[in-house]
């Protein structure tokens, strides 16, 4: 239902927009003025910039008033400069976590705000360097700004602004129409961007998209249609697409890899083993996705249905982490792609025939260089301390490498081509008997100890990254491991094992894990496991 401002008498429209930076809240505020003053009406905007752990975050805070009614009145309206918890009518966030933020700030309420905010994520700085997943709970956001919004309008607009090659700004400002949250009509909003005169068709037709989503939440009632905030995982047709590319001309190779899903596992980790199957043909080739089918199918068949396959599930999400662990290959592959190079082209906005180009800083140790060679080399430069020495006075720094430059692009791409020669090298036989002393745990516990089972399989969550963070990962997960047998006889052993990895995730100095593990073998048993 459009706004109606003089419901209760003459009192300013107030607006406010939580933006991050870079994603043009100042530009969807200058819209918005130019509108309302080209209706009639008088405008006050304001900024207050802030931190919000991702990149700079900015309040704007706009206060609009019919012209008339100040004519009526004899004087111009006061305005304030700053949005009060409380008193703001429409309240425009540009990623859900602002969206929550302003929720918390008290600047949504259920009797009065419209709160038009984008569900896609930009995760904070704290999120990204948690040692385990530290993202934030999107459901609980999502359910907070439900119950405190007068009326929600939720979507992805991120991804409705790129689907057509403009910015989010364009989104927003089309969901505002589409809300009918201010007293304009939509040929107002149009001719505002064809004033802008910048990137204009493909502004209209984000505009558009919104315009059209945001009806349609509206629809949906007070609270809007359900807001879905990610990704579904892909369909086995969209993975054979993606696999065909990377399969040699194999297609008859890729079916009957499909195929096999469906028939060797249960349904409910049939979404999960698609998109690991994916992940290990794009980390090295389809015998490799075979290998991760046949590991998990070994889980599947000591699984227990009555607890609707959870073990599988653990299994089938952690086991292709860890199959595709990060080497130096992986990462010079990554680095090297044209999807990367794409991507920050369009981060930064760079023009067609502007040049964009990228330094990668590395820092390879002893390490990482012999998990990259043949085993039996790898074992001679680790073991033998004149090689290890000589070549460790290549690794006492770090070194800039320009990714896009010639010479940067084949180190990289020459590094990445030594994927062909991956199941030789030493990282790959290690890693490879660790996944199966792993699984072979499992196994061997699921029917006897099912949770604890369960609490192995996410251990794994510890081992992640390279380098340094490997080490400490790696570390933790070890000591972890050396408790199970310890465990496994105690009724309480997979709460205790869960509470070990929480302890272990703590820190990075494993100081928590230190003090846990020392409290655990002091503490008597509460009751043992028959």
Not at 102 to 125: K, M, N, P
Not at 280 to 300: F, H, I, K, P, T
Not at 319 to 333: K, N, P, Q
Not at 494 to 517: C, I, N, S, V
Request: charge should be positive; glycine fraction near 8%; charged fraction near 25%.
């Amino acid at each position: 239902m459009p706004f109606d401002p003089m419901k209760n008498g003459p009192r300013p429209i107030t607006l406010a927009i939580s933006a991050l930076g870079g994603q043009g809240g100042g530009v969807l505020s200058g819209w918005i003025v130019k509108m309302a003053e080209r209706c009639g009406y008088l405008a006050q905007y304001t900024s207050v910039p802030g931190v919000a752990q991702r990149t700079g975050a900015t309040i704007y805070y706009l206060e609009l008033f019919p012209h008339e009614e100040a004519k009526k009145a004899g004087r111009p309206p006061v305005l304030a400069l700053m949005p009060m918890p409380g008193d703001v009518d429409i309240v425009i966030a540009s990623e859900l976590m602002e969206a929550g933020r302003a929720v918390s700030r008290g600047f949504v309420t259920a009797d009065r705000t419209t709160l038009i905010a984008s569900t896609h994520r930009d995760y904070a700085i704290s999120e990204k360097a948690a040692m385990g997943d530290g993202t934030a709970d999107a459901q609980t956001v999502l359910e907070a700004i439900r119950a405190h919004a007068k009326h929600l309008v939720a979507f992805d607009m991120k991804a409705s602004a790129e689907a057509v090659g403009s910015v989010i700004s364009s989104s927003l400002f089309g969901a505002l129409a589409g809300a009918g949250a201010l007293p304009f009509p939509r040929e107002a909003y149009e001719d505002t961007l064809r004033e802008g005169g910048r990137m204009l068709e493909a502004n209209l037709a984000a505009f558009d998209a919104a315009y059209d989503l945001a009806r349609k939440n509206v629809a949906g009632g007070a609270h809007g249609a359900e807001p879905s905030p990610s990704s579904p995982l892909p369909h086995q047709s969209q993975l054979q697409s993606a696999s065909l590319a990377l399969a040699e001309g194999k297609p008859a190779a890729v079916r009957d890899m499909l195929n096999r899903i469906p028939a060797e596992l249960p349904p409910a980790v049939h979404d999960l083993a698609v998109e690991g199957a994916r992940r290990c043909v794009d980390y090295q080739d389809l015998a490799y996705a075979g290998l991760y089918l046949d590991r998990l199918a070994l889980v599947a068949r000591s699984d227990d249905g009555a607890r609707g396959f959870q073990l599988s599930g653990v299994v089938a999400r952690q086991l292709a982490l860890w199959m595709s662990y990060e080497d130096t290959i992986r990462v010079a592959d990554l680095k090297t792609r044209t999807s990367r190079f794409d991507r920050a082209r369009k981060e930064v906005r760079a023009k067609p025939d502007q040049i964009v180009y990228l330094t990668e800083f590395m820092h390879p140790r002893v390490r990482e260089i012999a998990d990259s060679l043949p085993a039996p080399l790898g074992h001679m430069v680790l073991d033998t301390p004149w090689i290890n020495k000589f070549v460790g006075r290549f690794c006492r720094k770090g070194r800039y490498i320009h990714s896009t430059k010639l010479g940067g692009f084949f180190l990289l791409k020459s590094l990445s081509a030594l994927r062909r020669i991956r199941r030789s090298t030493l990282r790959y036989q290690e890693e490879q008997a660790r996944i199966e002393r792993w699984l072979a745990r499992i196994e061997d516990l699921a029917g006897s100890h099912y949770d604890l089972a369960l609490e192995i399989g996410r251990c794994q969550n510890l081992v992640k990254g390279y380098g340094d963070t490997h080490a400490r990962g790696l570390g933790n997960f070890n000591r972890l491991m050396g408790a199970v047998d310890m465990l496994k006889s105690r009724a309480d052993g997979a709460a205790l094992l869960a509470e070990l990895r929480a302890a272990a995730l703590a820190d990075d100095q494993g100081q928590a894990l230190t003090e846990k593990l020392a409290g655990l073998s002091r503490s008597p048993e509460k009751g043992r496991k028959t």
